[in-house]
């Protein structure tokens, strides 16, 4: 069973942000000319989403419209064009699939289809005990490490295959905490075969060195 992102939630009628935070909004505001505090609405969204369990309510949209003094459709324009700002209850672990082209070419699609067969749901669905939202959003600027997902905005999981996206949901389900990056092995963005340039401090530094045969020579 399942529901999809946008039904079954309520909006709250108000939303005030915490002391703590409006500390941190006068930082912000501070950063950008006189008149110009126009500039603070995305890291404001920001704070907001991470205040508000993961969402911005259309009341945290209004407040931050009347604390930077501007009309409230240039909160809503910026909250509705950027996928990293959700604006309904997102499950636990909202994963966001990149399926741009060079994600694709390395596998996006049987990578969401094994996530979509594992937890039952579909793309824009989250699963009925809350723990996962799925959807596909376009290039998180990983490509090297494609295919890849980012979770909750903050973490990347890369170089996915349909076998490790699996343990990756398995993991995060039982509450451990992953490592962000590669998950098969590979050492950051480095060559797959392992380092092809500065082999000698490469090999100081105890890095993997690729080998001849890997690198392609007789
Ligand atoms: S295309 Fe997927 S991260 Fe760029």
Redesign the pocket.
Known sequence: MSHACHKHFEQPKEFKFSAENMKHIEQFIAKYPKGKQQSAIMPLLDLAQRQHDNWIPEAAMEEIARILDVPRIRVFEVATFYTMYNLAPRGKHHLQF?T????WLRG?AEVVSACEKHLGIKLGETTEDGMFTITDVE?????VN???VQRNGDEYYEDLTPENVVKVLDDLKAGKTLEHGSKDGRNKSMSAAGTTTLVEQAGKAGIPVATDAAKGKK
């Open positions: 990149c741009t082209t060079p994600c996006s290039c998180l600027g990983a490509c494609a295919p890849v």
